[in-house]
Every structure is written in structure tokens, then in C-alpha cells.
């Protein structure tokens, strides 16, 4: 284990000297075959040698021919790695010079042993009475120290992992594959690959509970020497092939979530870092590599194999065991790591489909397992493969809006599969009748989870959660999947509403148990969209109160277009069971409205009035939603509100995230009616089960009043302008609520 000091002041070049004589030597040993096969081995291919002792003979002349010919393979071989040893050792330490010059130039002094030390001697004299004096400046010098020394010993870390790497291929180059011994025929001039194939020798011994702690460390030390280098990945995974790869996961997971406590963070670690290798190596998709690899990952991955967390489930019966297919190992892999090409995602997602869609020649319940596979416990577990992957597509926003966008011509059907064709139900409850066996499917706690968030962020372009700066339009990939989700949720197509008799049902669908992890981050992508959707609820959209068969395409203005009516189903829906939900749709469109609507004063009554229609008519359809999921708005959900400004937009504050920040005028106007907006759902509530829905809404009538006024003294609006909007809004208020209300009974 090299030191700083034995880093820094090593001859590197001792290095390429050996390496040249390494070259020689090969040369020599060529000249020694030609001699030896000139002048000795050609004595048993002559006519004047015959019989057994001529046969017996040969067989030892050809062996000794080969051991040159297998010498030379080798000193070539250990050439190149020592060749490639120095260049890498030469890289790293100017790495760790680096370190040492910035560590300077920060008033630190590196001692021949990489000890750092503040440089006092840089001091004013004020600096170093504080110095002495000032403990809270003594603490600050002590975090810079140890910074600064962290770094320098990271940088000599790396130099520490690549000679270990360097004495691994060294060992494995020299060693003959024959029993006999001899020189190594097959040795090659690459580090990484050596340190790949030890790798995979370590898998399979960790996979036969072999392993030694000096394995362990070998093995995270290799990955970690190695992230990122395409090499050493490819070599690894055709080392272990799918199905090794697979086993050794599996193996992985078991040791992590059920292994001695003290060891499951080291082997979480080691699937951490084979996730990401499984990434590096197959960024090249148009690679002979990753074309065989994924050829044999078709056949692993509907293959069964073990796996603790699936074999402790049965139907309670004995025999009725189970095991995991491959695919469900693979998505559990591709969770742990990240940095995966959008092209490999894509190609797992595809083959994953055909192996279950019905339509390609695959089976539906091919996924199916008894138990439950989701939260603390064992949510890690993607025994829904596509699930999974779309999981992790997610992360990538562009990865998912090219696999989920239907195209112009909606040639693309993998929106419309995941929402009308799939068959989500994968787990099975089995109960008996004597000997006879029944299987009822069902949804696991987390269905649709990934496919949520994978549409959240194709729809946005933002990582699921992340949110947009402002309010804004989106890509034409991204409005055609928004647009095509909702009209398909509601409609069944993503053309939206066909006919008279057709009948939305976006509320019903998403109410089901099956899309419960699919509201929150759909909530999230109609927020996102608010722009859109509060045309779309006044009426004033390109595609005005029914929709359109397909968006607005204008590059990155493009816009959604969908039905007022669809539009309410789909909040509602997304509220079920969810305040937060809804209070992320509401405050959205709340927000938006005072950016774009009450952001500016006016001269206008005509301006004031159409104003106050648009903003009286959506916050009646959004009391509407509210009132009819019976969400829980009391007074200690208002009280927790102000405390924590759950409704706030201003930078840095809010549990509610993913809404663009506004400005401060428009927060104001916001809050000031904040507590009258949640009685005035209590009201809605109240007039819904009473059925008495004609009656008006006093506290929705405050609320606008007061949200007006504040409007009008923000921008000195005149009083007779303010009546106007607020009068307007209120009767707008009603129509709002009652369009939204018969949307939500099957109206429309």
C-alpha cells in the first residue's frame, strides 16, 4: 500500500524500463522458438526417426513449442500492463499534485507525509492573536484542516486501489491455466479486465457463501477503482453472463436485507456498485457486447431463480414454493444504481412488455407471486418489472417522454398499453376448496407507482417531485403525453370523448386501490400543467370547453387540450384520500391565477369583469372537487396551513413542492383569503349532503371579496372596478361549482 510520500517520489519510469525488458524478453523468446523449432523440433517430423519413441517425442517437442510461443504471449502481455500501470499511476499522482496546489493556495501546508497544516505564517498579526484567542476561528481553521486532508487522502486512496488493481492483473497474467504449469498462453495486456474476471470469481464465491472478508474488500475495492471504465464492466458481465448476474444480485439482496446486520451495508454497497457497472457497460446499445448480452438476458429474465424475499411467501400449502424471474432481479438491480443511456432503458421496458403482453405472444400473469412486495419492508423489491424500470426511467425525464410520447401519427402505444391493456394485478390470493386451487389476483400496495412517475416526468420534462420554476407551456412530446393521458384515464381513448353516450370516469378509475401511487405524482404533472388546465375550466383554451382530439403543437408553447370536464375527474380523482394532493392542485391554479390574472391593476370594467369571471368560475370547480372528495379542511389543517405556509410559494419555504414560485404581490393576494377558502369547501361539504346544492356559498363569497380587495389595493384598482370583478366572480363562482358537480355525477 503505497504512501503520500512513496507516491510523490517514486520513478515511474522504473516502470516503462521494466516494461521494456518485459519486451525483450518476448523477443528473445522468439528467437528461441525459431531456433528450437529449426533445430529440434523438426528431428521428429524427419524419416529417420519412427515408432512409439518418434510419437512420444513429438508430442514433448510440440509442448516445449508452445510453452515459447506461450512465453512470449505473456511477457508481451505484462509489457502492456506495466506500461498501463505507469500511465495510470502517472495520471493519479498528478491528480493528488493537484490536490496539493489547491490545498496551498487555501493556506495549507502538505508535509512529505501528506500531513496537512494551516500555514499560520500567512497570518496578519489580527490573525493570529484570533488565532490564539478565538475559539469559534480556532474551530473553522480545525474544518478546513481536515477538509483539506481528506481530499489529499481520497487522491491517495485512488493511487492505493490502482496498485492493488496492478499486483491483481500482474498475478493473474503469470499464472498458468494448466495443471501442469507453464507460461500463460492466454495473457492479456489489460488490468481491467483482470480485475473484472477476479471479480466475477469472487461473485461466485460470495453466491456459494464462500466469501472471505479479504473477498469483500477486494471486490468493493475493484468496483471502486473501476467506476465508470467500460472494460472492466463488459468484462464482468460476460464473466457472469445474465443469468450469473442475476444469481449473484439475488444473492446481494438476500445478504442485504436478511444477512448478518453487521455486514448488510457492505453488500448493499456491492449491489450499488454493480447496478452502476451494469450501466457503463451497456451505454453502447449498437455494441456486439450489449446486442449478445441482451440476447441472453431475454432468456434469464423469464427464467425463475431464488430469492429470500419471494420463497418466504406461499399459499400456506406444502410444496407450493416460488421463485423469481429474472426480470423482477434485473428492475431490482437497475434501482440501486443510475447513469443508464436512455436506449437501454428503453430496450429493458420493451423486452419486459413482450415477455408479458398477450399481444406479442407473452403471458399476463408471468410476473405474478403470492405475497406483498411493498413498503419498508419489502417495497425494494420490483416484483413489477416494467413498474420498476419506468421507476427508474423517471429519473431521466427525457428517457421517459420518448418512451411514453404516442408520436404525431400515435404510432407509439406504450402510453395507451400502460393505461388500458395492462394487466396490473400481480398478485395472486390463493385460497383452496378441498384440493382444488384458486388464484385471485390482485394489486399490489404499490401498483403503478413507476409508471406515476415516469409520466410525471415525461409529461414536465422535470424529475418526479422537482417541479418548474415558473408557469409555463411544455414540448409537443410532452403536451401529446398529458393530453393523451388524460382523455385515455377518462375516455378509455386518447382521443377523448367520441359520442353522446360516452361517459368520463377518470374519478372512478383513479379512486380504484390500483392507482394509489399513481395521484400523488399525477397531481404534481396537472399542477405543473395549470396554464392549461385553467383555460381549459373558463372556457378559453384553443380548444375551449369540450376539448380536442389532440393538443396544440407549437414547439415548446405547445398545450394541452383537453375537456373542462375531463379535467375536474382527473383532480378529483387525484385528490382521493389526499389533501396534500389537493392542496398542491389548488394552490397551483390559485397561483397561477393571481400571477397571470391579479398580477397587474387595470382601467377597465370590462378587463375587471372578465378578470373575476375566470378566477370565480375555477375556484368553483376546485371547491367543487374538494367538497366532493370530503377532504378534511378543519380548522387545525388551516391552523398547521399558516404555520408552516403549506400554501406559500416563496423560495426556500412550504411543505408543498413542485408549485412554480410567484412573486410577492401575488402570495399576498393568495393568503389574504386563505381561512374563508377552507370554510367555504366546509360549506360545499355541508350543502352536498344536505343535497341543497342551489343554495348559495357565504364564505365563498367572502373569500372572493376579500381576495379582490386585496387585488385592488396592491394595484390601486378603483372601487367601482374592484365591485365589478368581485360581483362578476361571484356569480362565476356558482357556475364553476355546478359545471364541476355535474361532471363529477356522470354529466359529461
Same mark, same amino acid.
Given at each position: 500500500?503505497?504512501?503520500?510520500?512513496?507516491?510523490?517520489?517514486?520513478?515511474?519510469?522504473?516502470?516503462?524500463?521494466?516494461?521494456?525488458?518485459?519486451?525483450?524478453?518476448?523477443?528473445?523468446?522468439?528467437?528461441?522458438?525459431?531456433?528450437?523449432?529449426?533445430? @529440434?523440433?523438426?528431428?521428429?517430423?524427419?524419416?529417420?526417426?519412427?515408432?512409439?519413441?518418434?510419437?512420444?517425442?513429438?508430442?514433448? +517437442?510440440?509442448?516445449?513449442?508452445?510453452?515459447?510461443?506461450?512465453?512470449?504471449?505473456?511477457?508481451?502481455?505484462?509489457?502492456?500492463?506495466?506500461?498501463?500501470?505507469?500511465?495510470?499511476?502517472?495520471?493519479?499522482?498528478?491528480?493528488?499534485?493537484?490536490?496539493?496546489?489547491?490545498?496551498?493556495?487555501?493556506?495549507?501546508?502538505?508535509?512529505?507525509?501528506?500531513?496537512?497544516?494551516?500555514?499560520?505564517?500567512?497570518?496578519?498579526?489580527?490573525?493570529?492573536?484570533?488565532?490564539?484567542?478565538?475559539?469559534?476561528?480556532?474551530?473553522?481553521?480545525?474544518?478546513?484542516?481536515?477538509?483539506?486532508?481528506?481530499?489529499?487522502?481520497?487522491?491517495?486512496?485512488? @493511487?492505493?486501489?490502482?496498485?492493488?488493481?496492478?499486483?491483481?492483473?500482474?498475478?493473474?497474467?503469470?499464472?498458468?491455466?494448466?495443471?501442469?504449469?507453464?507460461?500463460?498462453?492466454?495473457?492479456?495486456?489489460?488490468?481491467?479486465?483482470?480485475?473484472?474476471?477476479?471479480?466475477?470469481?469472487?461473485?461466485?464465491?460470495?453466491?456459494?457463501? *464462500?466469501?472471505?472478508?479479504?473477498?469483500?474488500?477486494?471486490?468493493?475495492?475493484?468496483?471502486?477503482?473501476?467506476?465508470?471504465?467500460?472494460?472492466?464492466?463488459?468484462?464482468?458481465?460476460?464473466? &457472469?453472463?445474465?443469468?450469473?448476474?442475476?444469481? +449473484?444480485?439475488?444473492?446481494?439482496?438476500?445478504?442485504?436485507?436478511?444477512?448478518?446486520?453487521?455486514?448488510?451495508?457492505?453488500?448493499?454497497? &456491492?449491489?450499488?456498485?454493480?447496478?452502476?457497472?451494469?450501466?457503463?457497460?451497456?451505454?453502447?446499445?449498437?455494441?456486439?457486447?450489449?446486442?449478445?448480452?441482451?440476447?441472453?438476458?431475454?432468456?434469464?429474465?423469464?427464467?425463475?431463480?431464488?430469492?429470500?424475499?419471494?420463497?418466504?411467501?406461499?399459499?400456506?400449502?406444502?410444496?407450493?414454493?416460488?421463485?423469481?424471474?429474472?426480470?423482477?432481479?434485473?428492475?431490482?438491480?437497475?434501482?440501486?444504481?443510475?447513469?443508464?443511456?436512455?436506449?437501454?432503458?428503453?430496450?429493458?421496458?420493451?423486452?419486459?412488455?413482450?415477455?408479458?403482453?398477450?399481444?406479442?405472444?407473452?403471458?399476463?400473469?408471468?410476473?405474478? &407471486?403470492?405475497?406483498?412486495?411493498?413498503?419498508?419492508?419489502?417495497?425494494?423489491?420490483?416484483?413489477?418489472?416494467?413498474?420498476?424500470?419506468?421507476?427508474?426511467?423517471?429519473?431521466?425525464?427525457?428517457?421517459?417522454?420518448?418512451?411514453?410520447?404516442?408520436?404525431?401519427?400515435?404510432?407509439?402505444?406504450?402510453?395507451?398499453?400502460?393505461?388500458?391493456?395492462?394487466?396490473?394485478?400481480?398478485?395472486?390470493?390463493?385460497?383452496?376448496?378441498?384440493?382444488?386451487?384458486?388464484?385471485?389476483?390482485?394489486?399490489?400496495?404499490?401498483?403503478?407507482?413507476?409508471?406515476?412517475?415516469?409520466?410525471?416526468?415525461?409529461?414536465?420534462?422535470? *424529475?418526479?417531485?422537482?417541479?418548474?420554476?415558473? +408557469?409555463?407551456?411544455?414540448?409537443?412530446?410532452?403536451?401529446?403525453?398529458?393530453?393523451?393521458?388524460?382523455?385515455?384515464?377518462?375516455?378509455?381513448?386518447?382521443?377523448?370523448?367520441?359520442?353522446?353516450?360516452?361517459?368520463?370516469?377518470?374519478?372512478?378509475?383513479?379512486?380504484?386501490?390500483?392507482?394509489?401511487?399513481?395521484?400523488?405524482?399525477?397531481?404534481?404533472?396537472?399542477?405543473?400543467?395549470?396554464?392549461?388546465?385553467?383555460?381549459?375550466?373558463?372556457?378559453?383554451?384553443?380548444?375551449?370547453?369540450?376539448?380536442?382530439?389532440?393538443?396544440?403543437?407549437?414547439?415548446?408553447?405547445?398545450?394541452?387540450?383537453?375537456?373542462?370536464?375531463?379535467?375536474?375527474?382527473?383532480?378529483?380523482?387525484?385528490? *382521493?384520500?389526499?389533501?396534500?394532493?389537493?392542496? &398542491?392542485?389548488?394552490?397551483?391554479?390559485?397561483?397561477?391565477?393571481?400571477? *397571470?390574472?391579479?398580477?397587474?391593476?387595470?382601467?377597465?370594467?370590462?378587463?375587471?369583469?372578465?378578470?373575476?369571471?375566470?378566477?370565480?368560475?375555477? +375556484?368553483?370547480?376546485?371547491?367543487?372537487?374538494?367538497?366532493?372528495?370530503?377532504?378534511?379542511?378543519?380548522?387545525?389543517?388551516?391552523?398547521?396551513?399558516?404555520?408552516?405556509?403549506?400554501?406559500?410559494?416563496?423560495?426556500?419555504?412550504?411543505?408543498?413542492?413542485?408549485?412554480?414560485?410567484?412573486?410577492?404581490?401575488?402570495?399576498?393576494?393568495?393568503?389574504?383569503?386563505?381561512?374563508?377558502?377552507?370554510?367555504?369547501?366546509?360549506?360545499?361539504?355541508?350543502?352536498?349532503?344536505?343535497?341543497?346544492?342551489?343554495?348559495?356559498?357565504?364564505?365563498?363569497?367572502?373569500?372572493?371579496?376579500?381576495?379582490?380587495?386585496?387585488?385592488?389595493?396592491?394595484?390601486? @384598482?378603483?372601487?367601482?372596478?374592484?365591485?365589478?370583478?368581485?360581483?362578476?366572480?361571484?356569480?362565476?363562482?356558482?357556475?364553476?361549482?355546478?359545471?364541476?358537480?355535474?361532471?363529477?355525477?356522470?354529466?359529461?
Amino acid at each position: 500500500m503505497p504512501t503520500y510520500h512513496e507516491i510523490m517520489s517514486t520513478k515511474l519510469s522504473t516502470l516503462t524500463t521494466a516494461a521494456q525488458a518485459w519486451e525483450d524478453m518476448a523477443d528473445e523468446f522468439e528467437d528461441q522458438e525459431t531456433a528450437y523449432r529449426r533445430d @529440434v523440433h523438426g528431428i521428429s517430423l524427419g524419416r529417420t526417426w519412427f515408432g512409439h519413441s518418434a510419437v512420444a517425442g513429438n508430442e514433448q +517437442f510440440n509442448g516445449t513449442l508452445k510453452q515459447f510461443k506461450y512465453a512470449q504471449t505473456e511477457a508481451k502481455a505484462i509489457a502492456e500492463l506495466l506500461r498501463e500501470a505507469a500511465s495510470q499511476f502517472h495520471d493519479l499522482r498528478e491528480d493528488l499534485k493537484g490536490v496539493k496546489k489547491d490545498a496551498e493556495k487555501d493556506d495549507m501546508i502538505v508535509s512529505a507525509r501528506g500531513v496537512v497544516t494551516f500555514d499560520t505564517e500567512s497570518l496578519s498579526e489580527g490573525g493570529k492573536t484570533a488565532l490564539h484567542h478565538d475559539p469559534s476561528y480556532q474551530e473553522s481553521v480545525r474544518d478546513k484542516e481536515r477538509t483539506w486532508q481528506r481530499r489529499i487522502d481520497a487522491a491517495v486512496k485512488k @493511487v492505493t486501489d490502482a496498485d492493488q488493481g496492478v499486483e491483481t492483473a500482474l498475478e493473474q497474467a503469470s499464472r498458468s491455466d494448466s495443471p501442469a504449469g507453464g507460461f500463460n498462453g492466454k495473457a492479456q495486456g489489460d488490468i481491467e479486465k483482470y480485475e473484472a474476471k477476479n471479480t466475477a470469481e469472487i461473485a461466485t464465491r460470495i453466491n456459494n457463501g *464462500e466469501a472471505t472478508p479479504a473477498d469483500i474488500r477486494e471486490a468493493q475495492r475493484a468496483f471502486r477503482d473501476n467506476a465508470g471504465d467500460k472494460a472492466f464492466s463488459q468484462t464482468l458481465l460476460n464473466s &457472469l453472463g445474465p443469468d450469473g448476474m442475476v444469481k +449473484f444480485t439475488n444473492k446481494l439482496s438476500d445478504l442485504s436485507h436478511s444477512g448478518d446486520k453487521g455486514d448488510r451495508k457492505d453488500y448493499a454497497g &456491492l449491489q450499488k456498485s454493480l447496478a452502476n457497472t451494469l450501466a457503463t457497460a451497456t451505454k453502447d446499445t449498437d455494441s456486439d457486447f450489449y446486442k449478445n448480452w441482451r440476447k441472453k438476458m431475454r432468456k434469464a429474465g423469464t427464467e425463475q431463480f431464488d430469492l429470500d424475499v419471494v420463497s418466504k411467501e406461499s399459499t400456506g400449502r406444502p410444496g407450493d414454493t416460488q421463485q423469481a424471474r429474472g426480470y423482477q432481479s434485473l428492475a431490482t438491480l437497475m434501482k440501486q444504481g443510475s447513469g443508464y443511456s436512455d436506449d437501454f432503458l428503453h430496450d429493458m421496458a420493451d423486452d419486459i412488455r413482450k415477455a408479458e403482453d398477450k399481444s406479442q405472444g407473452g403471458d399476463p400473469d408471468i410476473w405474478d &407471486l403470492h405475497g406483498n412486495y411493498s413498503g419498508k419492508d419489502d417495497g425494494w423489491f420490483a416484483n413489477d418489472p416494467l413498474d420498476g424500470v419506468l421507476e427508474v426511467m423517471s429519473r431521466d425525464p427525457k428517457a421517459s417522454e420518448t418512451y411514453l410520447d404516442p408520436g404525431a401519427d400515435r404510432s407509439n402505444d406504450n402510453l395507451e398499453y400502460l393505461i388500458n391493456d395492462r394487466d396490473w394485478k400481480n398478485i395472486d390470493e390463493t385460497t383452496y376448496k378441498g384440493e382444488f386451487r384458486m388464484d385471485k389476483p390482485t394489486h399490489d400496495d404499490d401498483a403503478r407507482k413507476g409508471f406515476g412517475l415516469a409520466l410525471e416526468a415525461g409529461a414536465t420534462g422535470n *424529475e418526479p417531485g422537482s417541479g418548474s420554476n415558473e +408557469f409555463g407551456r411544455h414540448s409537443e412530446a410532452q403536451a401529446r403525453i398529458m393530453h393523451d393521458a388524460v382523455n385515455t384515464l377518462d375516455y378509455g381513448q386518447p382521443e377523448g370523448k367520441q359520442g353522446e353516450d360516452d361517459i368520463g370516469k377518470a374519478d372512478e378509475r383513479l379512486a380504484e386501490d390500483g392507482y394509489k401511487s399513481m395521484r400523488e405524482p399525477l397531481a404534481r404533472a396537472l399542477a405543473d400543467y395549470s396554464p392549461d388546465t385553467f383555460d381549459s375550466l373558463t372556457g378559453e383554451g384553443r380548444g375551449k370547453q369540450d376539448g380536442s382530439t389532440t393538443p396544440y403543437l407549437n414547439g415548446e408553447n405547445s398545450q394541452t387540450l383537453n375537456s373542462r370536464e375531463s379535467l375536474v375527474r382527473m383532480m378529483r380523482g387525484a385528490s *382521493e384520500d389526499s389533501t396534500e394532493n389537493f392542496e &398542491l392542485l389548488n394552490q397551483a391554479q390559485r397561483g397561477y391565477a393571481s400571477s *397571470e390574472y391579479m398580477g397587474t391593476g387595470t382601467e377597465s370594467s370590462l378587463e375587471a369583469d372578465n378578470r373575476g369571471r375566470k378566477v370565480g368560475e375555477v +375556484f368553483g370547480a376546485l371547491n367543487a372537487v374538494a367538497a366532493d372528495a370530503n377532504l378534511d379542511v378543519s380548522d387545525s389543517k388551516i391552523e398547521k396551513a399558516e404555520d408552516t405556509k403549506l400554501y406559500g410559494y416563496h423560495a426556500g419555504g412550504g411543505a408543498i413542492t413542485g408549485i412554480p414560485v410567484v412573486g410577492d404581490t401575488a402570495q399576498r393576494i393568495v393568503d389574504a383569503s386563505l381561512s374563508e377558502w377552507q370554510k367555504s369547501v366546509i360549506e360545499e361539504q355541508e350543502a352536498i349532503a344536505k343535497e341543497s346544492l342551489s343554495s348559495t356559498n357565504s364564505a365563498a363569497e367572502r373569500a372572493l371579496q376579500d381576495y379582490f380587495e386585496a387585488w385592488a389595493d396592491e394595484h390601486d @384598482v378603483p372601487k367601482d372596478m374592484r365591485e365589478h370583478a368581485s360581483g362578476e366572480a361571484k356569480q362565476s363562482y356558482h357556475v364553476g361549482r355546478n359545471n364541476a358537480l355535474e361532471a363529477l355525477r356522470g354529466e359529461g
